[in-house]
């Protein structure tokens, strides 16, 4: 667990940090370099129900509803000031004639508004002060701009900036984002990365397809996979 501290380099890794079971990180190498202002889960997220003092006793009220969720995937890189707003907690339809949310259990449970778990895709990079809005899927190896405001999904691997986030640019081609997303780097065993990272940080996809497969024939070769 990483000490806070005003100065962007100190990073967080989420598996290590995050307590909160309605947020979900996979794997072990996600992190958070907001290290300016606090840890992850309390200043990034926003609106996420399973926090210390919305499952205390003292709030008062218990949803009733399914609380939405923020899955992370792994290998996800998230820029100091970027938040996530989750909808777990809405409770200003935009449906009724008023989205003033009463208090009365009956009334807030009709205010609710679901919006839909968000997911955060493998070997994403989110940049600095950019907004995630509820239900949002960004796609693995896609990237978001600093300061941008994300509305709707992100396709995989495309780079999207701007307020509403629209894509820029799509980082590689048809065939090759195909050939990434079905070799799914994010998954290997922890020492197929190792050996395989020089690939990993280069720009040839079909050299690092070709290098995955000699490295599966290899270890087959020695009965080890």
């Known amino acids: 667990m990483t000490t806070a501290c005003k100065h962007w380099s100190p990073i967080e890794y989420l598996h290590q940090t995050v307590t909160n079971p309605d947020i979900i990180i996979c794997g072990t190498h996600s992190y958070y370099s907001g290290a300016y202002n606090g840890y992850f889960q309390e200043v990034a997220v926003r609106y996420l129900y399973g926090d210390a003092y919305s499952t205390s006793e003292t709030t008062g009220w218990q949803p009733k509803w399914h609380i939405d969720r923020l899955f992370i995937g792994d290998y996800v890189q998230i820029a100091a000031g970027a938040i996530f707003m989750i909808g777990a907690n809405n409770t200003h339809n935009s449906s009724l004639i008023s989205t003033y949310p009463f208090l009365e259990s009956e009334c807030l449970q009709h205010s609710h508004q679901a919006q839909g778990d968000t997911i955060i895709g493998h070997d994403s990079w989110i940049g600095t002060g950019a907004l995630i809005l509820p239900g949002i899927t960004?796609?693995?190896?896609?990237?978001?701009?600093?300061?941008?405001?994300?509305?709707?999904?992100?396709?995989?691997?495309?780079?999207?900036?701007?307020?509403?986030?629209?894509?820029?640019?799509?980082?590689?081609?048809?065939?090759?984002?195909?050939?990434?997303?079905?070799?799914?780097?994010?998954?290997?065993?922890?020492?197929?990365?190792?050996?395989?990272?020089?690939?990993?940080?280069?720009?040839?996809?079909?050299?690092?397809?070709?290098?995955?497969?000699?490295?599966?024939?290899?270890?087959?070769?020695i009965g080890v996979i």
């Open 138 to 221: 960004l796609g693995n190896g896609s990237i978001i701009g600093s300061g941008s405001v994300v509305t709707k999904d992100i396709p995989p691997y495309t780079f999207a900036a701007g307020n509403p986030a629209k894509v820029i640019s799509q980082r590689f081609s048809d065939q090759e984002v195909s050939e990434l997303l079905a070799l799914q780097w994010w998954h290997w065993p922890e020492k197929k990365v190792q050996a395989l990272k020089a690939n990993i940080q280069r720009n040839d996809v079909y050299q690092l397809v070709v290098a995955s497969q000699q490295y599966d024939l290899q270890k087959q070769s």
